[in-house]
T-cell receptor, first 117, second 112 residues
Framework: EAGVAQSPRYKIIEKRQSVAFWCNPISGHATLYWYQQILGQGPKLLIQFQNNGVVDDSQLPKDRFSAERLKGVDSTLKIQPAKLEDSAVYLC???????????????FGPGTRLTVT | AQSVTQPDIHITVSEGASLELRCNYSYGATPYLFWYVQSPGQGLQLLLKYFSGDTLVQGIKGFEAEFKRSQSSFNLRKPSVHWSDAAEYFCAVGAGFNKFYFGSGTKLNVKP
């Protein structure tokens, strides 16, 4: 079974530029998550999708971050314009279910390491 | 508010020695608790989870963890560490709507 795919793996941009990350979840997984992991910290949830609808985006900085999941499969996370403090690893995860307990069965991709200079 | 504390940022153990990584949590209800491992350049891999029942939980790669409600702890243990266990370990609390609250991680180094 193929895992969660993410691209690119690394990205370096200057502040005020824009950037987009792509995620392809495990086939059949209805729930998709984007996390931000700043160096020295644990991952923090940015947004959660159930199929192509947003379930939780309470910690997404909506003035500069946006995400979509068209057709309930692939997802894109965008930052525009980027700030220095956005330097982090962006992890995508997917889950087969959103129900109790099984919703915590999350499979993580390798992440995209973003450096903003 | 939910929070997870991993008091040890770095730990170094000798290969073959035992290991214990500490995790304390703050959560108002009965917690769902997890340990993940992250190797360099990799995503997080689930080691084990606790939902209810037996407080001693067995996981993959020979790891186990014990839930102690009175101490609000969920410490990870392994009786004999292998060089391949060198990685970063994250403890997490599962809260409503399948949301994780992660600790800041413990980096494990293994001496030959």
């Amino acid at each position: 079974e193929a895992g969660v795919a993410q691209s690119p793996r690394y990205k370096i941009i200057e502040k005020r530029q824009s950037v987009a990350f792509w995620c392809n979840p495990i086939s059949g997984h209805a729930t998709l998550y984007w996390y931000q992991q700043i160096l020295g910290q644990g991952p923090k949830l940015l947004i959660q999708f159930q199929n192509n609808g947003v379930v939780d985006d309470s910690q997404l900085p909506k003035d500069r971050f946006s995400a979509e999941r068209l057709k309930g499969v692939d997802s894109t996370l965008k930052i525009q314009p980027a700030k220095l403090e956005d330097s982090a690893v962006y992890l995508c995860a997917s889950s087969p279910s959103r129900g109790p307990r099984r919703g915590y069965e999350q499979y993580f991709g390798p992440g995209t390491r973003l450096t903003v200079t | 508010a939910q929070s997870v504390t991993q008091p040890d940022i770095h730990i170094t153990v000798s290969e073959g020695a035992s290991l214990e990584l500490r995790c304390n949590y703050s959560y108002g209800a009965t917690p769902y608790l997890f340990w993940y491992v992250q190797s360099p350049g990799q995503g997080l891999q689930l080691l084990l989870k606790y939902f209810s029942g037996d407080t001693l939980v067995q996981g993959i790669k020979g790891f186990e963890a014990e839930f102690k409600r009175s101490q609000s702890s969920f410490n990870l243990r392994k009786p004999s560490v292998h060089w391949s266990d060198a990685a970063e370990y994250f403890c997490a609390v599962g809260a409503g709507f399948n949301k994780f609250y992660f600790g800041s991680g413990t980096k494990l180094n293994v001496k030959p």
